[in-house]
């Protein structure tokens, strides 16, 4: 069965959502490549590959249930942020926003009965459980850390070593 209108523009309202969350992640990397935090920078050069690939799974879905592909212009994301803090409350935040999307877009594929998407859904579903509590974990961490210096390197190590 041929994907209706509703979930393929859905869908690439996500495709979208996504490199738009890709382009936040490589900001980010940016933003901390110049400040000398090189682990937090490595962290989100990985996250912007990981968005990429999100966009790409509902991009060949698209394509699997013979729906089209229409690519928009994507969001300039944010330049500069106060601290490591301030950057990943944004990605916590970010990715809260990203869970509620998912969400709303499973509720579209059942009240279309599409199970197909609804399942297909299902990946995306369990992925933001894990994104949030990544992000969640890193805010934790950097609120413990408060302005200490040492402590903010020993967490930038850590997260310099994500595979
Ligand atoms: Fe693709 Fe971070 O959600």
């Known amino acids: 069965m041929v994907i209706s209108t509703k979930i393929e523009e859905a869908l690439n309202r996500q495709i979208n959502a996504e490199l738009y969350s890709a382009y936040l992640y490589l900001a980010m990397a940016s933003y901390f490549e110049s400040h000398t935090f090189k682990g937090f920078a490595h962290w989100n050069a990985k996250q912007f590959g990981e968005e990429q690939g999100h966009a790409m799974r509902i991009y060949k879905y698209i394509f699997d249930r ?16 106060k601290s490591p803090l301030d950057a990943f409350s944004m990605a916590y ?14 509720e579209l594929a059942r009240a279309e009965k599409d199970t197909a998407t609804e399942r297909f859904l299902d990946w995306f579903v369990n992925e933001q459980v894990e994104e949030e509590d990544h992000a969640r974990t890193i805010v934790d961490k950097l609120t413990l850390a408060k302005e200490n210096l040492g402590a903010l390197f020993m967490i930038d190590a850590e997260l310099g070593r994500r595979e």
């Open 66 to 81: 013979g729906g089209r592909v229409s690519l928009d212009a994507i969001a300039a994301p944010q330049k500069e942020w």
């Open 93 to 106: 935040d970010h990715e809260q926003k990203v869970t509620g999307m998912i969400h709303s877009l499973v």
